[in-house]
């Protein structure tokens, strides 16, 4: 019988992580059972009540039965308490016994634990317990889970039963801490910031902040692998033919005649025998190779009869065949963690005997927009008023960078609805893009309540456009202040956000590829800033916008990618080789 207990202090959570585990893993299809402990008298019956009556007139044992339920009361009348594996021999046969309670029993257990509930763990100290359910973040020396995740609790009790099939697992499911509100800062006396040392310091001080989760392998295309994944199979298993044909044993220097032993192998259909010396057997392709086979001819190559082959040589020992293991051995890291996965590492995965992979949860981006003049696409504009263009752009991004884009609106250029704001944002997101309000004017709220909370570093980047870059940590959550100026934010999401949030979301620091063009315009370049100009190829050169100005919204649409421009004073002359990353260099 398969057992897992659940276990802690009085107010640990048990009874309701109890509760939920049945219902999550009843209504994955498996039968489950449930024993409790009570460390005091306690009572199922009503006094008034037949059944009740029966009992205190004396009975050992009343059975209670109807059409939906049946139910048996022993009175104990000072026997000892029956032990654990007298109860559970009770019970019918299911998939799985709950057990609540029995800390000192033997068997596998979790342990819940609240902070409040004001206890030390019991797990440190006691091996029969495997994994720890918690509300807050622990340091133990073995898998914790956040107390509210049933499906992973679920997932790890029925991994160490054997009712589904082991999986490597997160070293944690909770939630990563948050960033220190400092790991934005600026070192002093720092105010331009050249766009390598800024690029370099978000990867040294940033970390992913989501948490991890197991899902099955048809469902795990475009997530971020928590693990390394190692091989639990060889690929392939046994050594195997490459074609259809004959096997036999040894290579063959000229002509040959080998009898034929009855049978065949195919895939997935072994032969059962052994094939002896100087004979020859049927095989097709995957088919494991008999025991006494290593070489293997094409079966155009021979001349056949119902008793035997001939054929020409030379055939080498080994020929048209796949050793085991030649693909990927037992114990190989497969894929490394941080690898967000292709349908072919599904193949991979499948093949090395993974049903569900461990990955890490899916990075939800908010975008909120800031200003009095912005207005909703399709509404009507008054004088003075635009339309808010960034936050569909940038929505749209996000979504193409492969996160969960969360719509957080627009807000007025309002000190307090814009707190507001952030702070409901930053109960559901896990990282905030803004734009608007990133300077440092009268109506820059964003820079501002960054200010007010200690948590603002107001980097001026030596870059155009997008000089304005505010960074900040608000209610533990990461913000992306970026500029309004709808050039100039996509410039910034591209350059500085989209790396920075693959590492948030686990997938480490992800540069974009370019390739050098010669250019089909001319520029004289001033030194000090680094810009990117919106441009496109055409035949084989880079061509750029007619204007360099950040409000030229056309221009982002009539761009394929951007070209750079170093920080160095330069003359581009028509020809020169200039750096070139196309927009699918960035996930567009």
């Known amino acids: 019988m398969r057992v897992f207990g659940v276990t802690g202090w009085k107010n640990a959570g048990k009874t309701g992580l109890m509760e939920r585990l049945v219902s999550e893993i009843t209504a994955r299809g498996f039968s489950v059972s449930t024993v409790k402990h009570a460390h005091h008298a306690f009572d199922v019956d009503h006094e008034g009540r037949d059944s009740y009556r029966h009992r205190a007139a004396g009975a050992q044992e009343v059975m209670l039965a109807s059409g939906v339920r049946v139910a048996q009361m022993t009175e104990l009348r000072g026997d000892a308490e029956p032990p654990l594996d007298a109860l559970l021999a009770r019970l019918k046969p299911v998939d799985l016994v709950l057990i609540e309670g029995y800390k000192r029993e033997g068997h596998p257990k979790i342990e819940a634990f609240r902070e409040v509930a004001g206890h030390d763990l019991i797990a440190p100290k006691d091996a029969t317990i495997k994994a720890v359910a918690s509300d807050v973040t622990l340091d133990v020396d073995r898998p914790v889970f956040d107390l509210d995740d049933t499906a992973a609790i679920a997932d790890f009790v029925l991994r160490s039963v054997g009712l589904i099939e082991d999986t490597p697992q997160p070293t944690s499911a909770l939630k ?66 490459a074609v259809d044909g004959y096997g036999f044993a040894g290579g063959v220097p000229g002509e040959a005649v080998f009898p034929l032993v009855e ?135 996000i979504a193409r960078f492969g996160y969960e884009a969360v719509d957080l ?75 309004g100026n709808p050039v100039a934010a996509f410039v910034c999401t591209l350059i500085f956000a989209r790396p920075s949030l693959s590492v948030l979301a686990g997938s480490g620091w992800r540069k974009p590829a370019y390739f050098d063009l010669p250019a089909a315009f001319a520029k004289r370049k001033k030194p000090g800033r680094r810009e990117y100009l919106r441009a496109r190829m055409r035949d084989g050169r880079a061509e750029v916008f007619k204007s360099e100005g950040s409000g030229r919204v056309s221009g982002l649409s009539w761009g394929e990618g951007l070209v750079e421009l170093g920080d160095e004073a330069r003359d581009i002359a028509e020809g020169d080789l200039v750096r070139f990353y196309p927009y699918g260099s960035f996930s567009l």
Request: one cysteine or more; charged letters at 20%.
């Open 176 to 241: 990563p801490p948050p960033l220190k509100n400092d790991c934005f800062a600026l070192p002093p006396g720092v105010n331009w910031t050249p766009v390598d040392e800024a690029l370099e310091a978000l990867r040294d001080r940033l970390k992913p902040v989501v948490g991890q989760e197991v899902v099955p392998l048809m469902q795990a295309a475009g997530r971020v692998l928590a693990v390394d994944l190692v091989a639990k199979r060889s690929n392939p298993p046994l050594p195997n033919t």
């Open 409 to 483: 609106g627009r807000v007025a250029d309002s000190r307090e609805a814009l707190r507001g704001q952030l702070d409901d944002a930053a109960a559901k997101v896990d990282v905030i893009l803004t734009s608007g309000g990133a300077s440092a004017g009268d109506e820059d709220h964003v820079s501002a309540l960054l200010r007010e909370s200690g948590a603002l570093a107001e980097w001026r980047i030596a870059l155009k456009p997008g000089r304005p870059l505010a960074l900040g940590i608000w209610g533990g959550v990461p913000v992306f202040g970026l500029p």
């Open 263 to 397: 049978g065949r192998a195919a895939a997935g259909v072994p032969f059962q025998g052994i094939v002896p010396a100087g004979h020859a057997i049927r095989v097709l392709t995957g088919a494991a190779l008999p025991d006494g086979v290593d070489t293997v001819v094409l079966e155009e190559d021979c001349a056949i009869s119902d008793t035997q082959i001939a054929f020409n040589g030379p055939v080498k020992q080994g020929a048209n065949t796949r050793k085991a293991g030649e693909d990927m051995a037992e114990g190989d890291i497969a894929l490394p963690i941080g690898r967000v996965l292709t349908p072919a590492d599904l193949a991979l995965a499948a093949a090395i005997g993974f049903g569900a992979l461990p990955v890490y949860r899916p990075l939800r981006v908010g975008v909120l927009s800031t200003g009095d003049e912005l207005v909703e696409p399709g509404q009507e504009a008054q004088p003075g008023q635009i339309f808010d263009a960034n936050r569909p752009m940038l929505l749209a991004a």
